[in-house]
């Protein structure tokens, strides 16, 4: 018999006011409109690592949205990921207050160049002691590609295709220009580095064209954790082959089931290992002393959340302008260059059913009660579902996190369903029981003499 997994947690937030909950903001107890500001954040990271957190999870968009009514009006009013700062620029100092605390990061590969940007992933991990993971996107927002000079969005399954050229040449300069004992930092022969164990990367290909040594030497990681969300077929396809940790969201664990089993599947078909995939679910969590008193909070909120402004980001995230259809009158999604599988999971849904399911400003899976049945949802999520862990969205800041860590936090710990101390290492370490790569990742196929992969 398997023994029960540990859950895995991040917490999933933003560098701006609104995030997933939208209208949260305006509650008296919310400090999100303090995101400019570090002080800020370095609480939060110490509060996190309080509550032996895996990771914090940063989530990022370029381009605004500006699909609902046609215009930024909303968006703007209720601060709907507008304004939105960098996610990358809050690390170094989130790490200088913690030891073991994960970081994921979000960042848009199909505005950015793969030679500048590696060494901008290498220099965080090199900070951070190896705490760094990506969450590669390819972006959704057409505001973002006229923001960038480009007439539209290009399609769907085109924007993989540079992905999956973006992340070999990234391969290529994190495990391939420079071998593991190439720093000698040898004073008396004044030899910092060994030329003949740096190595340029020469790349042509479709969508770029590379030559030149990496900036940075073998970072304690080399490649950063990599984190995946597409959830569409072509997407699974990519996960299958590059990700370490995908996201997934279902209205039930037997729906999650089945995409948990899609998704090993197809790790399976991609020469990797089921076990290579950590999957971890999106989920919302109001908890209290007593199940009375989590109910009566969950209407407390409700006072404060804009359902619309949660449809609004709905809209960018289908590219179809919700506000043009009737509140009972179904919509059809037809074809866009948007998110895929989200715009095929609603179609001939209503805008009346659209502002129930986001009565709290966003559509993650909810739960509410006393510590002990959070404890027990969360784990029939994880041993019905298959899944691996949660990404906890922030409903008030940092507030739901501190009332899951000193709730739930026991209430797991008690069952043997969460960690009681943090293993040392890096983060793929603490994950997955290695510091590099394993050896059946694509990325291995690049790897330099003693670059140490996993098995």
């Not at 914090?56 to 609902?68: E, H, M, N, R, T």
Request: hydrophobic share 40%; glycine share 8%.
């Amino acid at each position: 018999m398997k023994p029960a997994k540990t859950i895995l947690l991040n917490a999933f937030n933003m560098n701006c006011v609104g995030h997933i909950h939208h209208g949260m903001w305006t509650h008296p107890d919310d400090r999100s409109i303090e995101f400019n500001r570090l002080g800020y954040w370095l609480d939060l990271a110490r509060t996190l690592e309080r509550g032996l957190f895996d990771g914090l999870f940063i989530a990022d968009i370029l381009g605004v949205y500006d699909v609902y009514q046609q215009g930024i009006g909303l968006t703007a009013s209720e601060a709907i990921q507008l304004p939105v700062n960098d996610p990358l620029m809050l690390v170094s100092a989130m790490a200088s207050v913690t030891e073991h605390l994960g970081f994921g990061l979000t960042a848009n590969l199909s505005y950015e160049a793969p030679y500048p940007f590696a060494r901008r992933f290498s220099t965080l991990d090199h900070l951070t002691g190896g705490r760094v993971g990506w969450n590669v996107v390819t972006g959704y927002l057409d505001s973002a590609a006229r923001a960038m000079g480009q007439t539209e969005l290009s399609g769907h399954d085109r924007r993989y295709d540079r992905a999956d050229e973006f992340l070999d040449v990234s391969y290529q300069l994190w495990e391939g220009s420079w071998e593991e004992d190439a720093v000698l930092a040898d004073r008396q022969r004044r030899i910092y580095a060994d030329a003949s164990k740096i190595h340029p990367i020469r790349h042509r290909g479709e969508f770029y064209q590379l030559e030149g040594v990496h900036l940075s030497s073998p970072s304690p990681q080399r490649t950063p954790l990599l984190f995946q969300a597409g959830s569409s077929a072509r997407g699974i396809r990519f996960a299958a082959r590059h990700a370490e940790c995908t996201f997934v969201n279902g209205s039930t664990p037997q729906a999650m089931r089945a995409q948990v089993d899609k998704l090993r599947q197809a790790a399976r078909e991609a020469g990797r290992a089921p076990e290579d995939l950590k999957i971890l679910m999106g989920v919302s969590v109001i908890v209290a002393a007593t199940e009375k008193e989590a109910r009566e909070k969950h209407q407390a909120y409700l006072r404060y959340a804009s359902p619309e402004a949660g449809i609004a980001h709905f809209s960018s995230s289908t590219g179809i302008d919700l506000s043009q259809f009737g509140l009972d009158e179904p919509i059809h999604t037809g074809s866009t260059r948007a998110i895929e599988s989200v715009t095929q999971a609603y179609s001939g849904w209503t805008r009346r059913q659209l502002l129930e399911q986001h009565a709290l400003g966003g559509r993650y899976a909810l739960i509410v009660g006393s510590p002990s049945q959070v404890a027990e949802a969360l784990i029939a999520w994880v041993d019905e579902a298959g899944i691996d862990g949660f990404n906890l969205t922030r409903i008030l800041n940092p507030q739901s996190y501190i009332d899951f860590i000193d709730w739930v936090v026991p209430e797991l710990q008690q069952r043997g369903r969460y960690k009681t101390a943090y293993q040392p290492g890096t983060l793929r370490k603490k994950l997955f029981n290695h510091d590099r790569l394993p050896s059946r990742h694509p990325a291995a196929r690049w790897r330099v003499q003693g670059a140490d992969a996993a098995p």
